[in-house]
């Protein structure tokens, strides 16, 4: 059945018709052009910006909008010169799992690459956020996240160097740092999350590799053992267009 601007009764996208019905050009065009995506497989090129608008008889401009729209929701993906399909977005779960465990549940193969491991002393805000002694010793594990070798987050980490003192020896930095400390008897006992949406600074959308205007998902995380100590304070950047996350509320 067809609908007014392809826009079904109830679905999300919906919500993007204003009540007086006047639908933007470029909106009525994205929605088509969303529509064709859901009958695309992964990995699929999309038609070229001059067929679509000629199919759909509005300007390049007018596509070239939509498309930006698509691009940053993560239902499309520069491939290239051309524009394809993207695959359906990584589901990260609010708890204690490690990224490891949350990418793989999912088939992904998870991986990190390592941008640097760096101690110094620790700084006042440091200090002040994790309960750490202004100038104690801390690492600084800095690292690409990657999924199935795509790159779709960086992490950094702040631990005392006294809980992980040989950090830099033992370690294997595309591995786990969870699994890493629960091989050194450390057990999480609990954290807390703050999530907010933020633009990449050049440098950190240099080693993501997307876009500064892209919007990303920052967590910040500072966690502690199962003696209430302080253990880590982390901060992960993740791709906006390549995750959504996921909580589970009990009654």
Partial sequence: MDYPNDQAPGAPVRSGIPEH???????????????????????????????????????RETVRQALR????????????????????????????????????RQGRTPGRTLVGLDRFPCPEVLAAETGLGRGEPVWHLERVLLADDERVGLESTYVAVDRVPRLDAE???????YAYLARQGIRFGSADERIETVLAT???????????????????????????????????????DRFSFTVRLDG
């Fill in 171 to 177: 370690f294997d930095p595309d591995s786990s740092f």
């Fill in 21 to 59: 019905g006047r639908v933007p050009k470029y909106y009525a065009v994205k929605a088509r052009i969303d529509r064709l995506v859901d009958e695309l497989g992964e990995g699929t090129p999309i038609p070229t910006e001059r067929d679509l608008s000629e199919r759909y008889e509005v300007a």
């Fill in 202 to 240: 050049p440098r950190e959308a240099l080693l993501v590799g997307t876009p500064p205007a892209l919007p990303m998902l920052l967590i910040h995380r500072v966690s502690r053992d199962t003696e209430g100590r302080p253990l880590e304070r982390v901060r992960t950047l993740y791709r906006g």
């Fill in 69 to 104: 729209e698509l691009v940053l929701e993560g239902k499309l993906r520069r491939q290239g010169r051309g524009t394809v399909v993207a695959g359906p977005k990584l589901e990260q779960p609010l708890s204690l799992a490690s990224y490891t465990e949350g990418v793989r």
